[in-house]
């Protein structure tokens, strides 16, 4: 059985940092690209991060590259979104994801949801003074 389970969402000021973490079971994660999306309310899921968990290929989207850093442990079968500097804009649920990894980075950082075959449950970030 496939499990993603995400932690480390919380409430923090603009300007502050939260970790994202993601633990994966059940999933030869050598074949996948692990991915950070999230919603903001009223709005479509949309992708921020993602890793190649084989060779550790990473995207982010424009709006959050110098902010948010994406990691994997593969000894802890973790996948890590380090955020910093957080801004209102940033409030959402974030969820990870699980795509086979067939294609470039960006390709797959950019695709549609329905490219990921596994998601989590989600986490709430809430950035606001």
């Known amino acids: 059985q496939v499990q993603l389970v995400e932690s480390g969402g919380g409430l923090v000021q603009p300007g502050q940092s939260l970790r994202l973490s993601c633990l994966a079971s059940g999933l030869n994660l050598d074949g996948y690209v692990l991915a950070w999306f999230r919603q903001a309310p009223g709005k479509e899921r949309e992708g921020v991060s993602c890793?190649?968990?084989?060779?550790?290929?990473?995207y982010s989207k424009d709006s959050v590259k110098g902010r948010f850093t994406i990691s994997r442990d593969k000894a802890k079968d973790t996948v890590y979104l380090q955020m910093n500097s957080l801004q209102s804009d940033d409030t959402g649920v974030y969820y990870c994801?699980?795509?086979?990894?067939?294609?470039?980075?960006?390709?797959?950082?950019?695709?549609?949801?329905?490219?990921?075959?596994?998601w989590g449950q989600g986490t709430q970030v809430t950035v606001s003074s």
């Open positions: 890793i190649s968990w084989k060779n550790e290929n990473t």
């Open positions: 994801a699980a795509a086979t990894d067939w294609a470039t980075i960006e390709v797959l950082c950019t695709a549609d949801t329905h490219e990921y075959e596994y």
